[in-house]
């Protein structure tokens, strides 16, 4: 069925251009990246930790899966952060607070969730549940969407990580 109002995009300039459609996917990812950041935020101020900033939420997160300590490096790697200072500074306020705990392999910084931070994990997934997951659940997409839109968000940050890499030899 053809369009029959404008893409609803962020810079009519760039939605001009060869992908009209990919101009309303990057203004999607900015409204989905600003909310997600708040939701992270604000969820963990509900599970009782107010003041954390989305790269520890995330990095407490990542650490705490699975219940195995993670390399520094391999925190960097599964969260896409480029520069290991603002991980280094995410984790030792982590640290200074209780919730993740720092030791070393060999050369390795290793990095697990305490048992602090695992209850405060356990928090923000009861808040998750009941003030996201199940209004998602009946209101939202389906399971299937969810996973069928993940696959594309990973593929699409495959080609803007490969644009990136282009654009730095420009």
Known sequence: MPRTSPPVVSSAHLAAGASPGLSEVEFGLILAGHGFSRWMVRC??????????????????????????????????????????????????????????????????????????????????????????????TAGPGEDSLSELAELLRALSGFYDQAARAAATL
């Open 44 to 137: 963990m101020a509900a599970a009782g930790r107010p003041g954390m900033s989305p790269i520890e939420v995330l990095i407490l997160h990542t650490v705490r899966h699975r219940d195995r300590p993670k390399r520094f490096a391999d925190i960097l790697l599964v969260l896409d952060i480029e520069y290991a200072h603002i991980a280094t500074y995410a984790i030792r306020k982590l640290e200074d607070a209780g919730l993740v705990s720092t030791g070393r392999a060999g050369k390795e910084k290793l990095v697990r969730a305490t048992e602090a931070g695992s209850a405060l994990c356990a928090a923000y997934a009861e808040v998750r549940e009941r003030l996201l997951a199940r209004p998602l659940r």
